[in-house]
């Protein structure tokens, strides 16, 4: 059996295993790594070790310490808050609020499924004090997070863009975060609509609520430990563990009492959390201004900030994503030997030999996201455009597109109530969750069937006719 063939199928065997039974993809993607690079493909350990992604590893790293910091100081708690007090009252604006929070706590850095499991309890409560559907509330929160996920310093955009310029490819950072953005806004626009939120115009808080019925929940809210109200805080989030990665979202919020949208005490804003927001913006600067490494100065700001409060912040190094880091490490790592094993080159070759390069894209946008409804995004997307790359290089059809495409296709599908995501907003449903699942499956199913083609048709089609 030739190389090409056995990677091909221990790829399979990877996606297989890690959806059937709990184990780190990347731990998997490492072992066949080593198996077919040494017996089928002739390489030497040495060989296999010079493909580890160590520039990626550090910026994981570096993003996911950082944020771990934000969040055990309160800096995260205060951004939500702000945030909702915006609203002033205005019901219809809540759901657009946390689609905003889970995009902002994306696009600076935060994992999609951190930012869901901070974001989903608060909104869902919301939900149900409010009246708002919950299935609009909860996919407002996904579609947030997936929205802001492909900026220039997040997860998923350094992962694309270290994909794609290791190939030879044009990344175009603030094409795919744009692209991504306004793809998610437009989805979130149409269920804005279609599931009840006219009927929130003109309804406020107060119209709602007798100030009695507030500070009863109010009150009930700190009996139960956290001191937060169960509105623009952030409290704990159940079901936040990272059933796909292993990634924690647990965290201690390091603030006091929150303002609720009906009144309340209002918290005091620490120094160390302006030194936070700061450090934040830093960050963005310097990356994208300056072109500085992300991952070195992520880790050096996270450093700084853990020098303000060394005892409380002991614990973050643990917060930091540790099985994202294997599972994007062991994907990239199986894909280097993919490469060196001639099989990016054989199924570029089979897939063009379809004779349209356009009908390859929507394929590979559609592997892209059925896999990833039940496996990882991350490595989804660094599989699906490493495949593409062999035709994208012919130049007959544009780059970019399709790599926005395939990113789109791969994550909007992460409502599905079997990724992490999905389960996120299940578990914190406040409703009935037989009927919510259904509910939820049904939505899911219409996005894997619908999305990568409408992406397709946005991203690819549309641009090669203009």
């Not at 160590?54 to 951004?79: C, E, K, M, R, S």
């Not at 030997?337 to 063009?352: H, K, P, R, S």
């Amino acid at each position: 059996m030739s190389p090409e063939i056995v990677s091909i199928l221990a790829l399979v065997a990877i996606f297989a295993v890690a959806t059937v039974l709990p184990i780190n993809m990347g731990a998997l993607a490492f072992v066949a790594a080593f198996l077919v690079g040494t017996l089928a493909v002739g390489m030497t350990a040495d060989d296999i070790i010079a493909g580890f992604p160590g520039g990626l590893v550090l910026t994981l790293i570096g993003v996911t310490y950082l944020f771990a910091i934000a969040q055990n100081n309160g800096t995260v708690d205060l951004l939500v808050r702000g945030a909702v007090r915006l609203v002033r009252g205005h019901i219809a604006f809540i759901p657009w609020v946390m689609f905003a929070v889970t995009a902002a706590l994306t696009a600076i850095g935060a994992l999609s499924p951190a930012a869901v499991a901070i974001v989903a309890p608060i909104a869902l409560g919301f939900a149900a004090r409010y009246r708002i559907n919950p299935l609009l509330m909860g996919m407002m929160v996904v579609h947030g997070a997936q929205g802001g996920g492909f900026s220039p310093i997040s997860v998923y955009g350094v992962t694309v863009a270290g994909v794609a310029g290791d190939n030879g490819l044009p990344t175009g950072p603030v094409a795919l975060f744009l692209g991504s953005l306004l793809f998610n806004l437009a989805i979130a626009l149409v269920l804005f609509l279609v599931l009840g939120g006219r009927t929130l115009l003109g309804r406020r808080v107060g119209d709602e609520e007798p100030a009695e019925s507030r500070e009863t929940v109010a009150a009930g809210a700190n009996v139960r430990g956290h001191g937060t109200a169960p509105g623009p805080s952030v409290g704990p989030a159940t079901g936040a563990r990272d059933g796909g990665t292993g990634e924690g979202a647990s965290r201690d919020s390091g603030t006091g009492d929150s303002e609720a949208p009906g009144g309340g005490p209002r918290p005091r804003v620490t120094v160390e959390q302006v030194v936070t927001l700061a450090g934040l913006v830093t960050l963005a600067v310097l990356a994208l201004a300056f072109d500085l490494d992300i991952g070195f100065v992520a880790i050096t700001i996270a450093v700084v900030l853990a020098l303000f409060s060394a005892a409380r912040h002991k614990g973050a190094v643990a917060q930091i994503s540790w099985s994202t880091v294997l599972l994007i490490a062991g994907v990239l790592t199986f894909v280097f030997v993919l490469q060196e094993a001639g099989t990016i080159d054989y199924v570029g070759t089979a897939v063009t030999g379809l004779g349209s390069p356009l009908l390859v894209a929507l394929l590979l946008a559609y592997i892209g996201a059925v896999v990833s409804a039940f496996a990882s995004s991350t490595a989804i997307i660094g599989v699906a455009i490493a495949l593409a790359v062999p035709f994208l290089l012919a130049g007959e059809i544009g780059a970019v597109g399709v790599v926005v495409a395939l990113s789109v296709a791969s994550t909007i599908v992460d409502v599905s109530p079997f990724s992490t995501n999905g389960a996120l907003v299940l578990a914190n449903a406040q409703t009935d969750r037989d009927r919510f699942y259904k509910q939820l499956l049904a939505y899911s199913g219409i996005v894997v069937m619908a999305g990568p083609l409408i992406a397709w048709l946005v991203f690819v089609v549309a641009p090669s006719w203009l």
